[in-house]
């Protein structure tokens, strides 16, 4: 009886902990909590229009906590995606509640940036051109600053 409770219980633990830290999956862990659950496919080349309308959402919507290139009340985003994967940034965008909640890498950004980001009530398709605008700029040469 024993020997059956002992081989359940490590099962048990097996199963709820292994390969996962902090309760999330290895693709949660590399890409966020959220809406986007798989890997997104990219255009290998960078689609001018749509991120023209990404910077318009991000001016919108993310340019009063967070500047291109200087840390403001949120982190600087020209190169956060060399930072993180797309679907990261999708998922904190669509999702910063429960990513501060849960996720190490958000909490730790927290920690830098006392101000808990907010949803801007953003949704899939706009966060795609946000992407698209990322990926335009963080090709870009910043300006050098006087």
Known sequence: MFKNLTAILILFFCLNGCGSKDGLSDFEMQN??????????LNPTIDT??????????????????????????????????????????????????????????????????TKMTFQNITVEEAKKIVEFF????NETPPIKK
């Open 32 to 41: 966020g909590i959220g809406p986007i659950k798989e890997k997104i496919i």
């Open 135 to 138: 990926r335009k700029v963080g």
């Open 49 to 114: 229009l749509i991120a023209f309308y990404g910077k318009n959402i991000y001016e919108a919507k993310c340019l009063q906590c967070h500047k291109l290139d200087e840390k403001y009340t949120g982190p600087a985003q020209r190169n956060v995606l060399k930072r993180r994967s797309p679907e990261y940034v999708m998922n904190m965008i669509l999702n910063p509640e429960e990513m501060l909640l849960k996720h190490p890498e958000a909490q730790k950004m927290l920690a830098e940036y006392p």
